[in-house]
């Protein structure tokens, strides 16, 4: 009798140690599980997440998953905010693809029953719990499993379910080991998500930003004109996709050449679209044209200020430099700059924007060019040999700093061989890798050497710049306008 009550005591022993070193023996699988986990959770965070760093890595979660647990097989589908499934992951192949499932909503099964109510489910056995639908894969028959959500704060990033064909399979050790993973998992997906929006979200940005370049391209004249006796170059180079800089050139009423280059504070789509506002405005108002109230003066109103000085109109020049009667068609160009100046005063001065801008008009015939420089680096007028003949500085301020400012109109003239350089401050304060700008000091050493024509000239200018910065970040908007009277043996003239 005692032997026997031994016999059952020592037996019951034996199952308890069976128990424990089958739990010791599952927790050992799940820590080096957890281990090789935890190596491909740093592997991920270390790499951009792309489409198939993620799925290889969650393929390797769900197959440690399957180790850890002792399951046969294993599932994870992929579900987005809507619930939908995006993506499926099995651990083996099916005998007939699920193509099915994608895009279609999880609320049937045990799948659906684990999205409406956020917590893991064990099934003992699958013959006597309604939740469990039957997979396309027939010949396989599963009595245990085991579905897992994982969650973060009550978003659903995907499902694991683990499948076993011995029924009661599952123990409550699982159900704690795979709740941890699926905490990890969610990180990793959280992260994927938020990653797949931004990437998502910046393409969208540069696409728009690569169209409003075009547009803003588009804004730069096409072609610049061909003036007989003349040579006109340009160039313009933009630190970032959107720039504030911007040139003009195009042709006035009765022959006369427009010429602009100007520079929108700040950088970025703001100022981009302030350029674009302030180039339509300089071509409407000094074509003419009657906007938003603000209608140009006739030419003989133009004439009569030009004779009187009076009113708000732009005054001549208030030096005798120059003493010959101002060009009545130049003035009634150069009208654009206060109509330019008080339309954006007015409609945007609560936006703080403003453009340091310079506006000749050219009489190719005569070389008399009249301008208002509002408050832009000084145009300079070149000597055949690179000399600084005259610099055309500021005659008032930048433009849409306050409405009602008079603006000075100036004039000079351009002899054969001579040149006119324009530049915005982007090629002065070009900065080297040790912050050391370019400098107007260093622009003017590279003139004499390149007086060959406009165009030679600004491709050595750059060439200057791009030797100077190397590698640094460009950091403001480049724009070079040159205009350049041919001498009388290249242009064909006749005495």
């Given at each position: ?27 050992q ?40 647990t ?37 609320d ?48 659903l ?12 399979y ?25 990653y ?25 004249p ?57 180039r ?24 009569m200020?030009?004779?009187?000085y ?5 005054a ?28 954006i ?15 000749g ?15 832009h ?19 008032g301020?930048?433009?849409g ?20 350089l ?14 050391r700008?370019f ?7 590279h ?37 350049r ?5 290249e ?5």
């Open positions: 009798m005692a032997n026997g009550l031994r016999e059952q005591i020592l037996l019951q022993e034996i199952v308890r140690l069976q128990q424990k070193v089958a739990e010791l023996t599952l927790a699988t799940a820590l080096e599980a957890q281990r090789q986990l935890l190596a491909g959770f740093v592997e991920i965070a270390r790499s951009p997440i792309n489409t198939e760093i993620l799925k290889q890595f969650l393929f390797e979660a769900l197959t440690l998953s399957t180790t850890m002792g399951a046969e097989r294993g599932s994870l589908l992929l579900v987005d905010h809507h619930g939908k499934i995006e993506d499926a992951i099995f651990t083996h192949d099916l005998t007939q693809t699920p193509g099915t499932l994608f895009n279609q909503f999880i049937r099964g045990l799948a659906g029953w684990i999205n409406t109510h956020r917590q893991i489910v064990l099934i003992p056995d699958t013959e006597q719990d309604e939740r469990w639908l039957k997979w396309p894969d027939n010949q396989y028959k599963a009595r245990s499993v085991l579905g897992v959500p994982i969650l973060k704060e009550q978003t990033y995907g499902v694991i379910t683990l499948l076993h064909s011995v029924p009661h599952f123990s409550p050790a699982t159900v704690n080991v795979m709740d941890m993973t699926a905490g990890q998992m969610s990180l990793v997906l959280e992260n994927a998500q938020i797949g929006r931004l990437q998502r979200y910046s393409q969208s940005l540069n696409m728009d930003l690569e169209k409003g370049r075009q547009i803003q391209i588009n804004f730069l096409a072609m610049i004109p061909h003036v007989p006796g003349w040579e006109i170059a340009a160039h313009f180079q933009p630190a970032d996709q959107m720039a504030g800089d911007f040139y003009d050139i195009f042709e006035l009423p009765q022959g006369q050449v427009g010429l602009v280059i100007a520079d929108v504070c700040d950088k970025g789509v703001g100022a981009a679209l302030f350029m674009g506002l302030f339509s405005l300089m071509r409407i108002f000094s074509g003419q044209t009657v906007l938003a109230g603000l209608s140009v003066q006739s030419l003989e109103e133009h004439q200020l030009a004779e009187q009076g009113g708000d109109a732009i001549p020049p208030a030096d005798a430099s120059h003493p010959m009667r101002l060009d009545a068609q130049h003035m009634l160009a150069l009208r654009a700059i206060r109509l330019t100046n008080d339309y005063a007015i409609n945007h001065g609560d936006l703080g924007m403003f453009a340091t801008l310079f506006f008009v050219l009489n190719p015939k005569t070389g008399e060019l009249t301008y208002v420089n509002a408050g680096e000084p145009l300079m007028v070149l000597t055949a040999a690179g000399a600084v003949r005259e610099e055309l500085r500021a005659s301020p930048a433009l700093v306050m409405p009602k400012i008079p603006f000075r109109m100036r004039r000079t003239v351009l002899t054969p061989g001579e040149m006119l324009g530049y915005t401050d982007g090629v002065t304060d070009a900065r080297a890798t040790d912050e700008f400098t107007k000091l260093e622009l003017l050493r003139l004499s050497l390149s007086m060959t024509s406009a165009q030679t000239l600004l491709n050595n200018i750059m060439a200057a710049v791009r030797d100077h910065t190397g590698v640094a970040k460009q950091f403001d908007d480049v724009t070079l306008l040159a205009v009277r041919l001498p009388r043996e242009d064909g003239w006749r005495v």
